[in-house]
């Protein structure tokens, strides 16, 4: 399919390029530098060869959510911003940005995504997962009252927010001892990310803040699998649940998430997903340079759906939510 | 369906009775008791009614599993055994027993095994996730070397071994914190399970144990979802991943590992299960007493699968697997 | 769900009731007599206690299609939508009309398709397969030359034009000969429509009217499962197909049809359409008075698909494609 | 996936080769001619290069079916079989046979299978549709009463009947006049095998030999999609249907009956069949030389069905139905 759209699609500065050592194997970690490193010469070839029209780049992970200093956690993010909207101003019909944020302070957070919304002509953000905040020891999720204020910035400008993964800090991967593939993308990635987005819904955010638009990559990190059971179990006890959301959990993930393909490149998953949250709110991904542009192209282009969910899935969908100008 | 068996069925003795205290809301909790404690009476009547010839039942959780002390877990489990013994004695033709072990004591509970397989007729075990031994604030898991010879017996024995969920001990369980709706079933349950299963096929266990039998929870704890995901991730690199086993562990899943539907009545999520796993390894349960006989059973005997697959998993799947003589 | 609009939904005056007569038992006659007579006491009863907002109102069949006399005909056509116009005018925010047509005479057909959009305020038409015309023995079908015109009006007035099931004529229908259960919606109803529809696609109608939207009733008549191997047949062949039309005959059923879920409840069947022809083209139908209102919404209500492709198959698909204003 | 084996595999002797022309492009006659004639060169260098251990093979269509003179039927069998019987000779390793039947005259047909079974080690028949009988104007079908006590001995050999598809008689072909693409695999193959088989259905045929195994190609010739609506159409009459048979049509279809993928290598339609029917009744087949071997075979090993089922459709399945020795 061509004019395809794609929506987790990392770059690193040098700043952040150490942080994506140790997820793979050190024999590929030159290749995956200079990935990283790339905008505009192998990433736009392995564009055109896949029918790639356009990217919303983003920053590679954790980056600015593993800097406790909320200070430079937010030069950080300035830094990568800026180089971010530079690249993309070279090449606005092939890239758009989604902005990284220092959520260590809200108020910075909110600033910096007004910059990037208002000023640099970016469509989204995208945030890896909890922040370490002073404390490099203690994960803090976004669920908590003082970030509300930064949602409801998200909701006025009406960008969509792009939770990506991260792994536990080791205090809290005590599970994993002694398996450590079973960290980032094999397993914990998905865990970290449903969990977070989970907290989000229970919190009552969503009720607070009906038109927040979320997007969870690699087919839904597990949940529309698991969804049903999340808010039906113990199905014969009439107690509601004692959150402070109002709904079942559900009706948020139905409402107010969208999920990409990124790294998730199976057929059989895609169905299911599609036949719980539509596909209207799938979004075609690679996850480059972590993977490959041919592996995801090559399945989504003649992966078993109608003509019209892949149109919609490849590029349509992505266009309207975050209201691209192609 | 009439003859249905199902096998993720609970029971509590007097002393195990307190620990499902808390999962489910107060004010259910007379009622709950009553169940745990019952076998032939409304049980019966509810199997009577909802087509289930059979149940194989098994202690309540985490039981036996959160006794750090190795003899006095297995003094609970042989009193467990004994009396569940007992009650299937009574009605051979309705119920048979699945053993609690005291897994704290490798060789305490290859005894075990052997006693209640040889001595007492049960047809396999059901062990609630990892064990506390010694220190309560430490979680061991199966995959340890001084399992093996217990994994090493479960082959010869050939009965099959169903790994239940328990909880992340509170230290292991911070990413959940302000959140305990999301512990047990909705969640917690679920990623303790997959990340135990994920390592015993890391470990090489099965290289070793080829016929070693594995029942599944909850269809699967969102693992058939996430499987491929699990050995595809970062497809571009060649290098093998780093784990013991020597095949993906997706092999190991799909030859050693039997689901159940205990507590997820969700057709999205058995038609994902069918296509990654084949209707043969799937088997009805309901998760009595904690969810019900009726919401498992009216589901699943309209559920939209063939009549053929239906049979299969109602009632022969489960039949060939534990060498039942109905 | 509450809102639901239906689209196969017919009604008969006493000139056509007989028409109905012979398709189910005789001992239910009376029943469907009374159903098929009434609009406003029993069917609206029905639609309040079966969340169905709309009904879209149409004739029996085979009806007008079955006059030979293109006169007589097209005298049935007018009495029928006038006296349907009366309907709809008592209710217009319950119900809304769909033409019969006399497709004896195209001419006649543009002409009364005219009136009954303009003049009567009718959102589309429905016509009862093929026509005879003159000679009761012969069938004509829509892809002749001599419709295009009807065609190009049906584009022009942007009217979607439902091609409703009928029988075979006797000399056409000897396969079934000594199996008269196999008419009807059993079997045969399915084949002519279905071919009716591939002479359609294949005629190269739809190349020269990009915009003609077709909509089939019973799930699309069959051809979903079926529309890959209508192309893809003997794939070694290089040779193009040598009818008129430009394309594959699946990318017009793509493009130009919609699908109702009349007559046809089963959920595994809607998953392979979702798959086939994606959840936009699908709407939710009855077929009333022949099915009943309970069973097809008692069906669509639980039926295991994402809740926004519910709402869309349910009501906005088919509010967006006949432009009804509620 | 390697030891595949195919069943509807097609060749030809000179005296039925011309049957086969006409169904494709006369510029790959030639090709299809070669193809036809072959068994132990190309086809079995195909075979090799797609992981196809075994081909049951059958003589083309509609050969001995269109012979309405039935002593000469009978003898073209008999030629046709004592021909195939030589090939699987040389190979039986990688060919088995099915037996062309003479099936105008019941006598003749049931002497001609017993001696291919007995005598010639044939595992089962295919026949092409319905016969004509001296009158090349009727088409006879096998539900008729004096082909029961053919039913009756294939029930008593105990080995499969495929039925393979044919084109209508010109007489009772009006609804593709001007369509003739229609014709032949793309359309009117699947009308006359689906409604002959619901004819046997049906019949009672299957009341009085319940073992009669039958087999279809295409997965199924439509029947999985619409399998539901012949039962279940006008659900509110409760009279039953007036046909001899005692059960719902849809119970001797997944009793009585297995499909091939033959020429139909769509996913959708695959995970559909599954869900109908399961996949123990799903059977790997190319339709060589009609199809191609590695469009069916690339398609196959990895469409997107678990691997157990892959398993069984691609290879044990067809194993155990015709009681192969591998
Ligand atoms: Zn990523
Ligand atoms: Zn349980
Ligand atoms: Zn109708
Ligand atoms: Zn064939």
Redesign the interface.
Known sequence: MKGKIALEEHFAIPDTLQDSAG???E??WNELSVRLLDIHEKRLKLMDAHGIEMMLLSLNAPAVQAIPDPKKANDLAIKANDWLAEQVAKRPDRFQGLAALPMQDPDMAIRELQRCVRDLGFVGSLVNGFSQINDPNV?V?Y??KQYWPFWAENEKLDVPFYLHPRN?LP??A???D?????L????AF???T??HS??LM?SGLFDQHPNLKIVLG??GE?L???M???D??????K?P???PAKKKLGEYF?NNFWLTTS???????L??A????????ILFSTDWP???ID?AADWFDVA??????RI?IGRTNTEKLFKLKL
């Open positions: 997820f793979l194997a024999s590929v994960a999720y669920d908590l536990p205090a809290d005590k599970i994993y002694g398996h450590p593939w079973l980032g993308p094999t397993w998905g865990q970290e449903a969990v989970l907290r229970a690699h087919m597990g529309p699998y698991s049903w059971r999340v039906n179990r113990n199905g014969w006890v107690e649940p004692r959150y139905q790294g998730n490149f199976r057929t059989q998953t169905i299911d599609i036949l719980e949250i539509g596909a209207d709110r972590f993977e490959n592996h078993t759906i109608s003509e019209a969910d919609k």
